[in-house]
């Protein structure tokens, strides 16, 4: 089976402006999450869909979203880019099947904004 | 809610030493537990879990961990380290029951000298 991919690989923006991230499951997985992993902070998580809806959300602001088409790909969107907000975007998806949570993580975006 | 700590942001240690990264957890219900490997430029990959039965847990790339119970501790152990297990190395944890997000540690840092 595929793993998770991510398009993006690498991204530069500038402040102010919007990006969108892609997302591709493993085939059968209908739980995508994204996580932001910064330095700082480490891996935080942003949100969570299931069949297309918005199962769980995690404590980043408006400007960050996303969805999930019938396929199970999924989009983040960050509108009005802030320097903060450079960071690795990652998106694992999941599967009732895998006991526990266990999350199948893809290779990530780096992002960085100027 | 559910909490990790990491008690070792970075572990330096020789080629062919022994090593233990320390994960505690906090829950008030019982748990899954996990511990992911994140090589440079690359996501997470799942290293071992516990979901339940024998509390010791052997996981790929010859690491081990062992869940206490009443310690909440689930502390990850190779007996001998290679170059190559040079990463960043997250403790999760996840409520029996619970949503498919697990949270993570803020990491741990190997650093395999020669």
């Known amino acids: 089976k595929a793993g998770v991919t991510q398009t993006p690989r690498y991204l530069i923006k500038t402040r102010g402006q919007q990006v969108t991230l892609s997302c591709s499951p493993i085939?059968?997985?209908?739980?995508v999450s994204w996580y932001q992993q910064t330095p700082g902070q480490g891996l935080q998580f942003l949100f969570e869909y299931f069949s297309e809806t918005q199962r769980n959300k995690g404590n980043f602001p408006g400007r960050f979203s996303g969805r999930q088409f019938s396929n199970s790909r999924s989009e983040m969107n960050v509108s009005t880019l802030e320097l903060g907000d450079s960071a690795l975007y990652l998106c694992a998806s999941s599967s009732a099947l895998h006991s526990g949570g266990e999350q199948f993580f893809g290779p990530g975006t780096r992002l960085t904004v100027l | 809610a559910q909490s990790v700590t990491q008690l070792d942001s970075q572990v330096p240690v020789f080629e062919e030493a022994p090593v233990e990264l320390r994960c505690n957890y906090s829950s008030s219900v019982s748990v899954y537990l996990f511990w992911y490997v994140q090589y440079p430029n690359q996501g997470l990959q799942l290293l071992l879990k516990?979901?339940?039965?024998?509390?010791l847990v052997k996981g790929i790339n010859g690491f081990e961990a062992e869940f206490n119970k009443s310690q909440t501790s689930f502390h990850l152990r190779k007996p001998s380290v290679h170059i190559s297990d040079t990463a960043e190395y997250f403790c999760?944890?996840?409520?029996?029951?619970?949503?498919?997000?697990?949270?993570f540690g803020r990491g741990t840092s190997l650093i395999v000298h020669p």
């Open positions: 085939s059968g997985h209908r739980s």
């Open positions: 999760a944890v996840n409520r029996r029951g619970g949503s498919y997000i697990p949270t």
């Open positions: 516990y979901l339940s039965g024998s509390t």
